[in-house]
């Protein structure tokens, strides 16, 4: 009875899995003292579990553990300002980090000389710069550039919507090459703001959005920022003021600057 | 609805008291802890984003079938060529259903099963393709019922049964293959 076979052995299996009600469990048992065959399957299946669960089973690090802590704020901890911005920095990222991790160790440093002119002449504006491109510095120092993973522009806007209740266009740019690597915070003059991180290639482009009004009075267009080693382009839209700083050119960011402007306004 | 609780205090509850049981999950799914910790790190966040959609019932069959769809994206984005295998599903489970007619009917030795040694059975888990896998690794590993995978996997019972049998007939295939070899 081929087709009867594969249902004992089914039930035989459910049998050993304990999913049988008690009434079957009998009538199968009673069936198997008869059928050695059966038993023997019902013997190599029980062997099997108990191998299996034998097993090994990979510890949850401290390590990893703390990483995880670190994914979400304390219980206790208002919801507002107490923004961590750098919650994940220690953290060991591979996997999707790898490829960016030479990109990342190279900007670092090209930065950090930048960070240093802009440092030098601080008047207030300039402070302003300064504390970007810090900010941008530090986000590639660290080991994930975001604090929220996603490519998905509806997880990742919710989620700074809830921590620092602003919450910018997050736009989908992958058709025109940009995706979106995920979110995090950036304190920036004293205030946490939201950030967008984009990837160009192996190129990251940070979005920072402030809300208008709270800053220094801005012309309308795109102006350019870049100090020496990074770019940095700025623009308002009416609602937000966005910076978008990255290392790759200024033709290109002004590109990015353009095609995220045009996403944002088609919202 | 939103819980009156805050979502850290949810996440805490619902997820962290099984990470364990996830990485384990997701290490069989990946093949490495280091990789498995990346998905679960992920798959934490999504839950945490997701806290709310959690509408109560099993947190750890929730958690879980986050877990393993993360680990599935990861796959498809980092080793495609683990997936590829898997071909067509329904082809699999008509394989799996019809499977006991043309396989030999018997299988090794319970014996031969119990004294298996542990690099020949995980090596012989890892080289299940995962929609086999993965059914033994949440009965036999994490220990859910059957009825819980099929809401997970969202699977009718009778494939999570057939599958489940198809793994554990290919393992101990595998394992009877091993032993006469050694």
């Given at each position: 009875m081929p087709t009867g076979s594969m249902d004992q052995r089914l039930l035989?299996?459910?049998?050993?899995d304990g999913e049988l009600d008690a009434a079957s469990a009998l009538a199968l048992e009673q069936r198997m003292a008869g059928d050695a065959a059966l038993a023997a399957e019902q013997a190599r299946i029980v062997a099997l579990k108990?191998?299996?669960?034998?097993?090994?089973?990979?510890?949850?690090?401290?390590?990893?553990?703390?990483?995880?802590?670190g994914l979400v704020p304390p219980p206790a901890a208002a919801p507002a300002i107490q923004a961590s911005p750098r919650r994940l920095a220690l953290h060991d990222w591979r996997g999707d980090w790898r490829a960016l991790a030479a990109s990342i160790a190279v900007t670092a440093v090209v930065a950090s000389g930048s960070t240093y002119l802009a440092t030098r002449t601080a008047t207030a504006p300039d402070r302003l710069i300064s504390e970007l491109a810090s900010s941008q510095q530090r986000s590639l120092l660290a080991a994930s550039p975001v604090d929220v993973a996603s490519s998905d522009r509806h997880t990742v806007k919710p989620w700074l919507d809830a921590k620092v209740?602003?919450?910018?266009?997050?736009?989908d740019l992958s058709k025109d090459g940009y995706s979106l690597v995920g979110g995090r915070i950036e304190v920036i003059g004293g205030r946490p703001l939201p950030a967008l991180v984009y990837r160009l290639r192996k190129h990251l482009i940070t979005v920072i959005a402030a809300p208008q009004g709270t800053g220094a009075a801005l012309p309308a267009g795109a102006a350019d920022l870049s100090a020496d080693g990074f770019s940095l382009v700025r623009w308002s839209d009416g609602t937000f003021t966005y910076w978008a700083i990255s290392n790759i050119g200024r033709a290109e960011l002004d590109d990015f600057a353009a095609h995220f402007r045009a996403a944002a306004a088609a919202e | 609805m939103l819980s009156s609780k805050p979502p850290a205090e949810r996440f805490g509850e619902v997820v962290l008291p099984h990470l364990?049981?996830?990485?384990?999950?997701?290490?069989?799914?990946?093949?490495?802890?280091?990789?498995?910790?990346?998905?679960?790190?992920?798959?934490c966040l999504r839950a945490y984003a997701g806290i709310d959609t959690y509408a109560g019932g099993n947190a750890r069959a929730w958690f879980l079938t986050i877990v393993r769809n993360v680990a599935y994206t990861w796959l498809a984005k980092n080793r495609p060529r683990a997936l590829l295998a898997s071909g067509d599903l329904a082809d699999l489970d008509e394989l799996a259903a019809g499977q006991t007619n043309t396989d030999d009917p018997d299988g090794p030795e319970a014996a031969m099963i119990a004294k298996a040694d542990v690099a020949a059975l995980e090596a012989a888990i890892l080289h299940l393709q995962p929609p086999f896998r993965e059914v033994v690794v949440l009965r036999d590993i994490n220990g859910f019922g059957y009825r819980d995978i099929a809401a997970m996997l969202n699977l009718p019972l009778g494939t999570v049964m057939s599958r489940l049998s198809r793994a554990r007939r290919l393992l101990m295939m595998q394992l009877g293959a091993t032993d006469e070899g050694g």
């Open positions: 035989v299996q459910a049998l050993a108990s191998a299996v669960a034998r097993l090994p089973r990979p510890e949850v690090s401290d390590q990893f553990k703390a990483r995880i802590a209740g602003l919450s910018p266009p997050t736009v | 364990a049981d996830a990485l384990a999950l997701a290490r069989w799914l990946t093949g490495n802890t280091s990789d498995a910790e990346d998905v679960l790190q992920e798959a």
